[in-house]
């Protein structure tokens, strides 16, 4: 019996140190499910990712029954967000969510936060030397934009309530910035057409940001551009009242007069 148990443990602990990849250390797994999990949120904490993850593993394998394992899939969803991992996080946290409906993280809004924070991390970011976020690809912002929306519905008085809405003023902005840099890209081309239908898109789409004064300014020039004062005249009559201490808005109330008359109605027969 005991040269049983001694072999036992000679294989577990070869099963521990085997198989690490350059740069992790050793695991040591205990007897009970919550010591593995309770070391693998410290090794978690310690930015010891593939250690968590061996630890949770473990706790999944060897404890299926546990209230930990349960934990343990949450917190291997936390390791691969938190190591920039944020595909793999997005679909660890959907098949939790899917496996475990009424367990406390996902009716607390936990795992739909940070399947929304995830894709916000995939968000393109300005950075020194390389092109700004608006000039980049925006299918980012747009599945965190979704994300960020279909969170508010389902969990509209969780704690993550105000972070989330942060997430999706962040987002709209971008989403905006973007529109308005094609719009202008065209503008500068006489492109007044193309320019006016991403200003319209974007006025529809993303307004609410500090970005309105600018697109209703450029709006207006293209509809004069394109000899239609009528919506020249809304763009701006809308920009000097939504935007009256604004530049734009000052430009915008100087151009009016030299705008033709807008078009009478037809006369009743």
Same mark, same amino acid.
């Given at each position: 019996?005991?040269?049983?148990?001694?072999?036992?443990?000679?294989?577990?602990? /070869?099963?521990?140190?085997?198989?690490?990849?350059?740069?992790?250390?050793?695991? @040591?797994? %205990?007897?009970?499910?919550?010591?593995?999990?309770?070391?693998?949120?410290?090794? /978690?904490?310690?930015?010891?990712? #593939?250690?968590?993850?061996?630890?949770?593993?473990?706790?999944?394998?060897?404890?299926?029954?546990?209230?930990?394992?349960? /934990?343990?899939?949450?917190?291997?969803?936390?390791?691969?967000?938190? &190591?920039?991992?944020?595909?793999?996080?997005?679909?660890?946290?959907?098949?939790?969510?899917?496996?475990?409906?009424?367990?406390?993280?996902?009716?607390?809004?936990?795992?739909?936060? =940070? +399947?929304?924070?995830?894709?916000?991390?995939?968000?393109?970011?300005?950075?020194?030397? +390389?092109?700004?976020?608006?000039?980049?690809?925006?299918?980012?912002? *747009?599945?965190?934009?979704?994300?960020?929306?279909?969170?508010?519905?389902?969990?509209?008085?969780?704690?993550?309530?105000?972070?989330?809405?942060?997430? *999706?003023?962040?987002? @709209? &902005?971008?989403?905006?910035?973007?529109?308005?840099?094609?719009?202008?890209?065209?503008?500068?081309?006489?492109?007044?057409?193309?320019?006016?239908?991403?200003?319209?898109? /974007?006025?529809?789409?993303?307004?609410? @940001?500090?970005?309105?004064?600018?697109?209703?300014?450029?709006? !207006?020039?293209?509809?004069? &551009?394109?000899?239609?004062?009528?919506? $020249?005249?809304? $763009?701006?009559? &809308?920009?000097? =009242?939504?935007?009256?201490?604004? !530049? %734009?808005?000052?430009?915008?109330?100087? *151009?009016?007069?030299?705008?033709? #008359?807008?078009?009478? #109605?037809?006369?009743?027969?």
């Amino acid at each position: 019996m005991q040269w049983r148990f001694a072999c036992l443990a000679v294989s577990c602990a /070869l099963s521990a140190c085997g198989g690490g990849s350059e740069g992790e250390h050793n695991v @040591t797994y %205990q007897v009970t499910a919550k010591s593995n999990y309770e070391k693998g949120l410290k090794e /978690l904490k310690d930015d010891n990712f #593939p250690e968590a993850i061996k630890y949770f593993n473990f706790v999944k394998q060897k404890f299926p029954f546990s209230k930990y394992a349960v /934990l343990a899939e949450l917190r291997i969803a936390d390791t691969q967000f938190e &190591r920039g991992h944020y595909l793999e996080a997005v679909d660890q946290y959907k098949m939790f969510g899917r496996s475990h409906p009424t367990h406390e993280f996902v009716e607390d809004g936990y795992v739909g936060f =940070k +399947i929304c924070e995830a894709y916000v991390k995939q968000m393109p970011e300005d950075f020194f030397l +390389i092109p700004p976020a608006h000039e980049k690809d925006q299918s980012a912002t *747009r599945d965190a934009r979704r994300e960020i929306d279909m969170f508010i519905e389902k969990w509209p008085h969780s704690k993550y309530l105000d972070k989330a809405k942060q997430y *999706r003023r962040d987002a @709209t &902005r971008s989403l905006a910035a973007s529109e308005l840099y094609v719009a202008r890209f065209y503008a500068k081309r006489d492109k007044w057409r193309a320019a006016a239908w991403r200003l319209e898109g /974007l006025l529809k789409e993303y307004s609410g @940001t500090d970005l309105d004064a600018e697109a209703l300014y450029l709006l !207006g020039q293209s509809y004069e &551009r394109l000899s239609e004062p009528d919506k $020249a005249r809304a $763009a701006w009559d &809308r920009l000097i =009242k939504e935007h009256p201490q604004s !530049g %734009q808005a000052r430009a915008a109330q100087a *151009r009016l007069p030299r705008l033709k #008359p807008a078009s009478a #109605p037809p006369s009743s027969p």
